[in-house]
């Protein structure tokens, strides 16, 4: 997919390159013809041919003037990335402000649409371009000059769908080293819900590119757990992650994941001891491997992990901090539903009843951050005020309650010390038959639980 | 030190930029002029100044005419990449040739040597120019545009000596990232050799930026090993790192590379088993642990390790496919001294009686090789060739001696199958007290033992 580098330089004799121009703010033929003149007295750069100027009506943005669009065939033996750099040296000449509104009027437009038969996926710059063929604007005055749709490259299919590792792996090196892009990863199960588009959402707000991963790892489900129930709607999470502007979902097969031979293990100490540590055994060693090989494989500038799972997030942080792993892992406050239950992947086992009952983890939560708010900083206290929710509803069983030092989970002494130290409360719930876990925590007195009911 | 990007826009209002210019074929002042007008063209590039030409005896490359050689100011709104994009196609329009000889005669040349106060460490590009001030032909003309040494900001220092992990990352990422570089890992515990130069000369060859770290990890001595007097000769390995062309040193004290709290570890299986792994419980998590941590705050295109640690790199193979690590891992030959001793930072504690023994290892490979060549598979045979030159020198003791298959080290059957697999044999023999453990091997019928005595 990734075959050319935005500053490479095109063989002997160079490539003919397809250019969208526009105006509609001053004298837009004026510029325009201005603007060909300067670009063929470029070194490197022979105009060939343009089109007549067609008036179109503005996609997008503020009111404002008709275009007046053409198309433009170039010959040239300059870099992609030179020959943006002059389109945008010349859109600056003719008055342009790159501070100003998105879609608004502007003086100048050059968008290179083509760049001989390369393929150039990079930061700056892709080509073909995205959307050059949903645009009548384009492709009205590109038929001027004899050129159809058949004869326009396909803009690659976003999201990219990757099962093979490697190929993940050159993808993403591939947009980071030839395309100075800034890479998002979203590692997930799949069984995608709104907790984990707003990771892909800020994700795709503060990357270049991003990467969703669909993996139910089985290292991480120890026996008797739900490996083989644990929802898998493929078509549904690929929907999303389209629909959020990813760029790229990896859903590997368990045999491309850990394929014959694999035998290393990742263990994280501390973080990784007690609350699910303790329940299921095995399973941070499996989080730890998976995570160290997605993130790897990756090599991300940001990694997005959702704050449910707390002491996931806490091992993680050690896991990414000892083995200096790329880039920073980003933690993203729990999405929560109206009535306050944290969204799962899992909540769709509950029945109805169960369903229902499910709040009492929020409920717990709350109590607790209302008494922190009453001054209560005794640990018994706040986990006598937040058992006694769980305790009064019989279609739960605790499985854990905990307060720990909410950055690394660290065991608290009897009373919560008056140094500023945030204490996270964590408590895991089963519900029915074969039970479901539901997990939640938050850190007291941070309005984490504001808004909910 | 990389403070901006080859592709990104400079502030409002441009740059200053200093460019050298030289010819020494056609008619130099003509082909020069010409350049200069057609730059001055160039939207957003405006020349401020010129020097009168100067006449300059060539430096390096074959027998040639004269240059002459001039500086010139320009300002400038384009990247630093586009201008240098443009500069090229001025090179090749005056006819010069970029398959030619290196440091031949050329018609026109164009170099960037600075842009405004920016740093820039890129693949193609790296200002300001790291050689300038070394050249009296760009400094004399420089001095007629008023610009004297003093003026002119320092090339970076090479090697960089790093000891802080999180500058390593910074600093390998930006190489990737903002700069499009190949970066090229040689991990090593100092004391460098021959065989570490022959890993930092590979990698100088086959990548842009070479880092090489030295750290004697204490996380893969058992007790009672000799991490104490492990030889740590820093100023002599940094002259070494310096000689073969490193660009970064990472030396880091033990406590950043293991802070408070480092608690996780790495485990590989099968690879890891037997020969060292049974000599030296806990030795192969230990190299498992640091170098995932040293390849990923690293990120490399590629990893330069030597065969003469033949488990430890097909540990690090096993760790490299299952982790996902970046790039690739590459092999190199082992280096052997004239009698064919293995090259070994060890090699130092030998007194010189054990020193004349220990080439016992190289001859047991020998005689075992030359075996293989007439023809013996079975493996006790192998061996007792081998083990029969051990036995015969009274100052080694032999640790282990064994067969196994080279690709992963697998146990082999009594007799080898002809299926075209490849056997190595491998040992290692203790000398003095206290003991020097020496390691060596050699995959059989190869010819890795030719050129020995």
Redesign the interface.
Known sequence: MIEA???A?PRRGGVEVLVAVGANLGDPAAQIDRALA??G????VEVLARSPLHTTRPVGGPSQADFRNGAVKLRT???A??LL??F???E??AGRDFDGVRDGPRPLDLDLLTYGDQRIDAR?LSVPHPRMLDRDFVLAPLADLGVTEADLPPAAERPRVVAD?EEL?ATC?AW???G???VGLVPTMGALHDGHASLIRRAREECDRVVVTVFVNPLQFGAGEDLERYPRPFEADLARCRAEGADLVFAPPVESMYPT???????????AEGLEGGERPGHFRGV?TVV???W??C?P?RAYFGQKDAQQVAVLR??H???????ELVECAIVREPDGLALSSRNVYLSAEDRAAAVILFHALAAADRAWQRGVRRVADLLGVAGRIVAGEPRGRLDYLECRRAE?LAVLPDVVPDDGSAVRLLLAVRFGEPSTRLLDNAVLGRGELEGGV
Chains 1, 2 share one sequence.
């Open positions: 580098q935005p500053d330089f300067a670009l007295a470029v070194p490197g033996t300059l870099p990335l030179a750099a002059v945008k040296e010349l600056r000449q700056l590792p792996r090196r980071v080293q030839r100075g892009c800034r031979g694999f035998c290393s293990t990742v263990d994280v100490g501390g973080e730890a160290a090989r997605l790897s494989l090599g500038d050690r896991l901090a000892d083995l200096g792993l790329s880039g690394d």
